[in-house]
């Protein structure tokens, strides 16, 4: 059965009327007997290397053609033939003989075959078998461009590998233009084609300064419990509010305690969520003088900025899962260790860009007590500055604020309490007094 199959489809491919009406006369003719008088005919013409290289190719390049049978039995090769014909693909014959026919590679085939000195582009031309190629790829006349954009078509494999397969085999003028053309026109392209690729991510107008520009999202559940986020554009300042009920009203209920303590901004970002498209939402945004943008439906990757400390926020709820304490108070530890730490964005804390300053957290008790060290620096840093320092058992004048006839008597020092303040024992009494409230004096008095 096979090779009845691959007999039928031989002859199908045979272009040349002699051969096929010789192959004709034959009754119950089998698959070898066919290629011994296709190649012995052949042969007398042309020698047998054409029809292998070209009818062979182009024959194993179609679809099985069933057999087709007469009433009484005998089979209709003529009448395949003559079926699938239209239908073969193009060959190089076929190139060569409409190559010279071409308005545009008519006269550039002539001047090949005479020799001329081309110039520029047209000196990457050549002759091979009566075909023009350009480099390696077969230049293709106008007549069979649309059969080769149908071949290279198949499969439906989209323009970008339909023009690799183009770069590589055929070439004519606009063959790119023609090829985005053809897929673009396509109908069961456009009917079963995928999603576009995702346009790049927008980028918001980094504001001018702090509470500029907000954007707000809902997190959640989280544990049964829903999030309002309330995102700063410009220092990346979060604030989070846990709400039992995401209404509008409890919505406007946060955003006015959150204006009360920064003032109102001038742009609020949303989603398309109901509690932000709402009448009494709208009313809320107008009344206020902030104008309200929304992402696209379907779309809310628009609201990045809050959609990305959605996601920050839902991780370290559920990594604190196990953490001692209460909702609240993870949200808390949470909130205060992410406004102290520098934004990859910024390079700066949100802290430090919304507030002008940073905040203290345990973090600080791990480091060394510099305070003394900076102070000291600071005033040996003023000009001319001399410190007045005493030391344990010195006798000093103290001033007396209680005595009503005299404003200094005679003590000890017995104690350096800071920098500039000691402790001094007058008269059996334990004073605290300045280093100006003290004066030094010489060792006999």
């Known amino acids: 059965m096979s090779n009845i199959m691959l007999r039928d489809v031989f002859v199908s491919g045979l272009r040349d009327k002699a051969i096929l009406d010789r192959l004709f006369e034959e009754d119950n003719i089998g698959l070898e007997k066919t290629l011994q008088i296709a190649l012995a005919m ?10 292998m290289g070209q009818g062979i190719k182009a024959v194993l390049a179609l679809p099985i ?5 007469r009433p009484g039995g005998k089979r209709r090769y003529h009448n395949i033939s003559n079926d699938t014909i239209e239908t073969l693909p193009v060959t190089s014959r076929e190139l060569r003989q409409e ?3 071409d308005e545009e590679l008519g006269p550039l085939l002539r001047a090949l075959r005479e020799g001329r000195n081309l110039q520029g582009r ?3 031309y050549t002759i091979e078998d009566g075909c023009i190629l350009y480099g390696q790829r077969v230049c293709i006349p106008k007549k069979y461009q649309k059969n080769v954009l149908d071949e290279l078509h198949t499969g439906h494999l989209g323009m970008v590998k339909m023009k690799v397969l183009a770069r590589s085999f055929v070439y004519w003028k606009d063959i790119d233009k023609n090829i985005e053309e053809a897929v673009r026109n396509c109908v069961d392209c456009a009917r079963h084609k995928t999603h576009p690729s995702k346009a790049e991510v927008h980028y918001w ?5 702090p509470w500029e520009r907000i954007h707000i999202d809902f997190a959640g559940p989280i544990f049964e419990h829903m999030f309002l986020l309330i995102v700063d554009a410009h220092s990346k300042w979060l604030e989070v509010y846990p709400m039992k009920v995401t209404t509008t009203k409890k919505t406007i209920e946060c955003l006015r305690d959150t204006f009360a303590r920064f003032g109102l901004p001038r742009v609020l970002v949303s ?12 009313r809320f945004m107008q009344s206020n003088g902030i104008k309200l943008k929304t992402s696209a439906p379907f779309k809310p990757s628009s609201n990045g900025q809050a959609e990305r400390y959605v996601a920050s926020l839902k991780q370290s ?3 604190m899962q196990k953490y001692e304490g209460n909702m609240q108070q993870k949200q808390s530890t949470f909130l205060l260790q992410y406004r102290k730490a520098p934004n990859a964005t910024t390079t700066h804390s949100p802290a430090m860009l919304f507030l002008k300053r940073e905040i203290r957290t345990r973090i600080y008790l791990f480091l060394p007590e510099l305070k003394s060290r900076v102070q000291d620096r600071i005033r040996k840093g003023v000009f001319e500055f001399r410190d007045r320092k005493f030391d344990i058992g010195d006798k000093v004048p ?17 104690n350096r309490d800071g920098v500039l303040h000691y402790t001094v024992e007058v008269q059996g009494t334990l004073v605290r007094r300045h280093v100006d409230q003290i004066r030094p004096v010489g060792d006999h008095v």
């Open 99 to 101: 190559t010279g026919k």
């Open 65 to 69: 053609v069933k057999n087709l049978r």
């Open 205 to 209: 107008e980094y504001p001018s300064m």
């Open 398 to 414: 103290v001033r007396i604020y209680r005595a009503a006839n005299s404003k200094w008597k005679f003590g000890k020092i017995v």
């Open 122 to 124: 047209e000196a990457q």
């Open 42 to 51: 052949e042969k007398a013409c042309k020698g047998a290397n054409d029809i």
């Open 271 to 282: 989603d398309n969520g109901s509690q932000f498209t709402s009448y009494e939402f709208q």
């Open 317 to 319: 709820l559920r990594a």
